[in-house]
Nanobody
Framework: QVQLVESGGGLVQPGGSLRLSCAAS????????MGWYRQGTGKQRELVAA???????NYVDSVKGRFAVTRDNAWNTVDLQMNNLKPEDTAVYYC????????????????????WGQGTQVTVSS
């Protein structure tokens, strides 16, 4: 079992920055990939960023150059640094853990993530 708790969401003006953190506990040693997803109002959930045990990362095109996902060595925390935020970044952001039980794709499909946090709201508005 893995428990994930996101924090750091809030209201920020366009062009501002925000850092989201995902605190993981439980069987974190078995985590293969950690991902950040977001879901805006009226939109489907989409993968924002993912990071592997080896530090390999993937980003959706719309956030490349603006967002950065990082992790500590033990998966205790996975952060998403968000810079130059835009109104279209407004969404509920979720972190998720893929245990890679059956061999996941890269990046993993949404259904391949085994554990999810509760989400944190990010609102970008002036």
């Amino acid at each position: 079992q893995v428990q994930l708790v996101e924090s750091g969401g809030g209201l920020v003006q366009p062009g501002g920055s925000l850092r989201l953190s995902c605190a993981a506990s439980g069987n974190i040693a078995s985590i293969s990939v950690m991902g950040w997803y977001r879901q805006g109002t009226g939109k489907q959930r989409e993968l924002v960023a993912a990071i592997t045990t080896g530090g390999y990362t993937n980003y959706v095109d719309s956030v490349k150059g603006r967002f950065a996902v990082t992790r500590d060595n033990a998966w205790n925390t996975v952060d998403l640094q968000m810079n130059n935020l835009k109104p279209e970044d407004t969404a509920v952001y979720y972190c998720a853990a893929d245990m890679d039980k059956n061999g996941s794709a890269w990046p993993p499909h949404e259904y391949e993530y085994d554990y999810w946090g509760q989400g944190t709201q990010v609102t970008v508005s002036s």
